[in-house]
Each structure stands twice: as C-alpha cells, then as structure tokens.
C-alpha cells in the first residue's frame, strides 16, 4: 500500500520564478492538505483540499495557490518566489470522517526541499 | 503567535530509561491533540494522539497525558530506545479546523545506547 508521495523531493528555484510541487495521497484518502516547514520550525499548514475545491487555509498569501484532481491528487502552486519560501514542503492527506471532521491521523510525504536563490 | 509550544529543544536520555517531552498551547478552543515523530529526510510520523474528553492515553511504550488547567500535554516513552532518537512534534487542532494542524517546533530526542 503505497502512502503519500511527493514529487519532486528537491528543488532549487531562482527568486521570481514560479514553481509547482505534486501529491499523491494515500490510497484511500480523499483531503489533501499542504504544509510548509521552515528551518528549525514545525510545519505550518498552507491550505486543504477536499472534493477538488480549498476548504481551509492558513495565513499565506495568494502567491500560494493549489489544485486537486479527481483521483484526488494535489498540486501546490508558489508564484513570484522569495527567498523566504525556501523551506521543506509537506503534504498530508487523510479521509473525511463524520460531520465533515477528518481521520484522527494524516499521513504525511517526506516532503520537497524547495531552495530559492 | 506561537500556539503550540515546545519549549526544549533537544533532550537526552540513555537507553531504558524515560524520556518526557512537553507541549504547551495557548489556545483553549484546541480539542484534539497529537504527537508526531520526524526521521531526517522523511515526513512526520503519527505516533499516538488525545481528545480533550480524556487526560490520558497510552499505547504500547508510548503514552500521553493532558492537563487543560495548565493547557500542557506530555509524551512519556518508557523504556527509551535508541530506534527512538528523532525529532518529536506536538501538534494541535479546534473541532472547527478539523484539518489545520498547528505544530510546535518539535524537540529532538537522542537516546543513547
């Protein structure tokens, strides 16, 4: 059973440029959620996707923006890069539970380093 | 603004003994709580987790404890491992952002044989 997937692991991105990074989640999840983890920091989520729309997101700005495909796969899309966007991103996919909620644990992907120079 | 704390960096036990990371959280609308473990190179791991209806929860060597008064949870590993030496992450979440995990900046655990 293959978990979550990410492509690709590393990535180096000259400031201005744009960048995408993929997911594939674990079979049998249907939410994805996309988070970035700086240096010496805990993850921080970025937004969720469930049935091809954002659901949630946290306090980013537009230039972060994502898609989810029908077989459930995600893409996380960052504009205009900083050099304050290098860091790892992760992300985690899990199944929708009742009353909209989610599994009690998300999986994670080992991540892409994303450097900006 | 920080809401989930973890406030030792890094933290040394020898093998067999217990080793005790702490969390804390500012937000008291935080129902559900977890705790991750972190390899180098790879994603965080689920490793055990907590409603806010209960104080304690164990499983296996694993077990942690919730204080609401004190907004503090800890995870106790006994007996230590070196298999266990990572980086732990205590992480958080409200009923209504079911899906947004808040993280604290993780404690990086070595046992040593």
């Known amino acids: 059973d293959a978990g979550v997937t990410q492509s690709p692991t590393h990535l180096i991105k000259t400031r201005g440029q744009q960048v995408t990074l993929r997911c594939s989640p674990k079979?049998?999840?249907?939410?994805v959620s996309w988070y970035q983890q700086a240096l010496g920091q805990g993850p921080q989520f970025i937004f969720q996707y469930y049935e091809e729309e954002e659901r949630q997101r946290g306090n980013f700005p537009d230039r972060f923006s994502g898609h989810q495909f029908p077989n459930y796969s995600s893409e996380l899309n960052v504009n205009a890069l900083l050099l304050g966007d290098s860091a790892l991103y992760l992300c985690?996919?899990?199944?929708?539970?009742?009353?909209?909620?989610?599994?009690?644990?998300?999986?994670f992907g080992q991540g892409t380093r994303l450097t900006v120079v | 603004d920080q809401q989930v704390k973890q406030n030792s960096p890094s933290l040394s036990v020898q093998e067999g003994r217990i080793s005790i990371l702490n969390c804390d959280y500012t937000n008291s609308m935080f129902d559900y709580f977890l705790w991750y473990k972190k390899y180098p190179a790879e994603g965080p791991t689920f490793l055990i987790s907590i409603s806010s209806i209960k104080d304690k929860n164990e499983d296996g060597r694993f077990t942690v404890f919730l204080n609401k008064s004190a907004k503090h949870l800890s995870l106790h590993i006994v007996p230590s491992q070196p298999g266990d030496s990572a980086v732990y992450f205590c992480?958080?979440?409200?009923?209504?952002?079911?899906?947004?995990?808040?993280f604290g900046t993780g404690t990086r655990l070595t046992v040593i044989p």
């Open positions: 079979s049998g999840h249907d939410t």
């Open positions: 985690a996919s899990s199944l929708v539970g009742q009353e909209g909620g989610w599994s009690t644990e998300a999986f």
């Open positions: 992480a958080a979440r409200t009923r209504t952002g079911a899906n947004n995990l808040f």
